[in-house]
């Protein structure tokens, strides 16, 4: 069965940074293109950063380009978001995705936020 799950975040200062992981079972993680996305409040789920399968190719929104790095260790079935210079509006909750066969699969989230 299909699983991923997100981890690492938090409360922190504007600023500050913060280090997510995805963890994904139940399918040959590295044959998958994967993503992290977000959600504010009242807002739509948004892409942050997208990697291929290999890990050779990343895309960011520009709002996080240049503070936030999406990396992917296959060998650990794990996907990472490492964000620095957090501000105010980086709150939200951020989801993992793995795109397999024109579906995509969702973890439950984790919460990040940003004291200002």
């Known amino acids: 069965q299909v699983h991923v799950a997100e981890s690492g975040g938090g409360l922190v200062q504007s600023g500050g940074s913060l280090m997510l992981s995805c963890v994904a079972t139940?399918?040959?993680?590295?044959?998958?293109?994967a993503s992290w996305y977000r959600q504010a409040p009242g807002k739509e789920r948004e892409l942050v950063a997208g990697i291929s399968s290999g890990g050779s190719s990343t895309t960011y929104a520009d709002s996080v380009k240049g503070r936030f790095t999406i990396s992917r260790d296959n060998g650990k079935r794990a996907m990472y978001l490492r964000m620095n210079s957090l501000k105010s509006e980086d709150t939200a909750v951020y989801h993992c995705a793995a795109h397999i066969s024109g579906r995509d699969y969702w973890g439950q989230g984790t919460q990040v936020t940003v004291s200002s």
């Open positions: 139940g399918f040959n993680f590295g044959d998958y293109r």
